[in-house]
């Protein structure tokens, strides 16, 4: 059974803060920067805003060395963000941070209960904050009746067109509703969406500790929980039995580096999509349905040529195409920094399979 021992959280660096360089307002950027490039720890100190400044240098250097708008090169100037930021460090004494003006987030005490002193990077602590927010104060999903609430490094959508299609879908199936899979159920949304939709049973599986543990304590003992059954594990986890439907939303984008948990939302590995079908035709009943939501985001980003579905259906013998729609993606926000004009042309699929 997976408890709150077994999630994943940012790892609590408990070495000596002697040895760190220090970074208030009176530092020089420029040398602190270059401090980052040969590889020594900065510790932020003063105040929480002095890290942000720092990340926010950060940024501006790095975008001059990859000044590119392209998708590769965007690519290339997060991993050297990453690579950097990771050595901006901050503590935290007692559950707090010692920096004024710092925001409270309850994760330290939940997460840390056994170390109260400790060092972290400023970015995982940013997104503990984050996560602690989005928790709190939930997140309004357009296709719910209620918020959900992530719990952290657990993926949950920021984009909504996919989940207007298949709930749109889901509104014109008339097959039977005894029994579902959601593979990969991360936050829950499509799972929801199905309950809501009148599924009996939606059996959830994940390779995240985190989402299971997330949606446990989120439907806790509510009518929600007798609809969701979870179970974590690869792909179709201890779901052996034959359902009507299999819904899945993998990951769009190829993976181009080592995946962390939360990349694993993001990123697939070559292996993913051939295992998911082969896993998939044993678990579908004959008149079963397959629903894969997808996007051209890879092809459009010439991130790969290969679409992982229409690859399946040429070649995999397992399934045969009933249908696949088709909605344009909603355009970037005009706040958004990041340069995103692919998604002019961007659609979200979804592809309704049967068995062959």
Excluded at 5 to 33: C, H, M, W, Y
Excluded at 130 to 147: E, F
Excluded at 259 to 277: G, K, Q, R, V
Excluded at 293 to 305: D, E, H, V
Aim: hydrophobic letters at 35%.
């Amino acid at each position: 059974m997976i408890t709150h021992k077994d999630i994943n959280t940012p790892t609590p660096i408990l070495s000596s803060k002697a040895q760190l360089e220090l970074f208030s307002r009176a530092s020089d950027v420029k040398g602190t920067i270059r401090s980052l490039e040969s590889g020594r720890p900065v510790l932020i100190t003063a105040f929480y805003s002095n890290g942000l400044t720092l990340l926010k240098e950060l940024q501006i250097h790095l975008k001059r060395k990859f000044p590119g708008n392209s998708f590769k090169e965007q690519r290339a100037y997060r991993d050297a963000y990453r690579k950097l930021s990771k050595l901006i460090l901050i503590e935290i004494v007692d559950h707090k941070l010692m920096v004024k003006k710092a925001p409270s987030i309850g994760w330290l005490k939940t997460f840390y209960p056994e170390t109260s002193d400790f060092l972290l990077t400023f970015p995982k602590l940013q997104g503990l904050n984050s996560a602690w927010q989005w928790y709190q104060n939930g997140i309004t999903v357009p296709v719910l009746r209620n918020k959900i609430h992530p719990y952290y490094g657990t993926y949950f959508p920021t984009r909504f067109d996919h989940l207007i299609l298949f709930d749109n879908w889901l509104k014109r199936y008339d097959g039977p509703k005894k029994s579902a899979i959601d593979v990969g159920i991360g936050s829950g949304v499509l799972s929801f969406q199905m309950v809501k939709h009148g599924f009996q049973k939606v059996f959830g599986t994940d390779t995240n500790p985190n989402a299971i543990v997330g949606l446990k304590e989120f439907m806790g003992d509510t009518k929600l929980s007798r609809k969701v059954e979870l179970d974590f594990g690869s792909l179709f986890g201890k779901w052996e039995k034959p359902t009507e439907l299999i819904v899945f939303n993998p990951p769009w984008l190829p993976a181009a580096h080592t995946l962390d948990t939360n990349d694993e939302a993001i990123y697939y590995h070559e292996t993913l999509f051939p295992e998911f079908f082969e896993a998939a035709k044993q678990r579908l009943l004959p008149d079963g349905k397959l629903v894969v939501i997808f996007s051209n985001l890879a092809q459009i980003t010439k991130a790969t040529t290969n679409h992982p579905i229409e690859k399946e259906l040429a070649s995999g013998g397992r399934f045969q195409l009933e249908k696949c729609l088709k909605r344009d993606v909603k355009k970037a926000s005009d706040k958004t920094k990041r340069d995103q004009h692919w998604r002019d042309s961007e659609k979200v699929e979804l592809w309704v399979l049967r068995p062959s």
